[in-house]
């Protein structure tokens, strides 16, 4: 089965400063890949998801953006974060008509 | 668009009540649908899933839930709670093949002893 591997668990960053959030999937080729927030009453927010290299799909128009340089990895990028980026962030892969297995998380400080 | 409304947004129940969590979708096309448990301090974890077939699903410890296509619905169900229950609930659709996988905002349950 998929391992999903995200780093780091936490991050403390400075209004303004830039952002990069990776995630690496094993065991599987060719995933769906989806980056998502979650806030307390507010689930989890689709920020972006992938079907395949270099394709990225936006779901909330924001200081985000996304990128799938190989197949099995996929990276949350901001070039200045703003203190409403605060949040925990996962990075979920799922297969053609199977579950969505997800990362550990990073929680991400804005300060 | 596709969407998924819980409006549930918080249950307090007692032991051995019976559950049932509502969740329903937009989406005009072919769905897949899960609910995904989330207990206190850990990871999101699968329930159970639908893709085809027997419109009722059994998933892990108890719980059960009906696709009903001409409600967009795919209520969360469980006989009888227990404390353990208490986490929080997500229900997610997907399209045809997963590449777009949407979460509803979440049902917190609460178990009281």
């Known amino acids: 089965s998929q391992t999903i591997h995200q780093w780091p668990a936490t991050l403390v960053q400075p209004v303004g400063s830039p952002l990069s959030l990776e995630c690496t999937v094993e065991?599987?080729?060719?995933?769906?890949l989806y980056w998502y927030r979650q806030a307390a009453g507010r689930g989890l927010q689709l920020l972006f998801y992938?079907?395949?290299?270099?394709?990225i799909s936006s779901e909330v128009p924001q200081n985000l953006s996304a990128s799938r340089p190989q197949d099995r990895q996929f990276i949350l990028s901001s070039k200045k974060l703003l203190l409403s980026d605060s949040g925990f962030y996962l990075c979920?892969?799922?297969?053609?008509?199977?579950?969505?297995?997800f990362g550990q998380g990073t929680r991400l400080t804005v300060v | 668009a596709q969407s998924v409304s819980q409006h549930n947004h918080h249950v307090i129940l007692s032991e051995a009540a019976s559950l049932e969590l509502g969740c329903n979708y937009s989406?005009?096309?072919?769905?897949?649908l899960f609910w995904y448990v989330q207990y206190p301090g850990q990871h999101l974890q699968l329930l159970l899933k639908?893709?085809?077939?027997?419109?009722l699903v059994k998933g892990i410890k108890g719980f059960e839930a009906e696709f009903i296509k001409s409600k967009f619905s795919f209520n969360l169900r469980k006989p009888s709670v227990q404390w353990s229950d208490t986490a929080e609930y997500f229900c997610?659709?997907?399209?045809?093949?997963?590449?777009?996988?949407?979460f509803g905002t979440g049902t917190r349950l609460t178990i009281i002893p």
């Open positions: 997610a659709v997907g399209d045809f093949g997963n590449e777009k996988l949407t």
């Open positions: 989406y005009g096309g072919t769905v897949n």
């Open positions: 639908y893709f085809s077939g027997d419109p």
């Open positions: 065991g599987t080729s060719n995933p769906n």
């Open positions: 992938s079907v395949g290299i270099g394709q």
């Open positions: 979920a892969c799922a297969i053609r008509n199977t579950e969505a297995f």
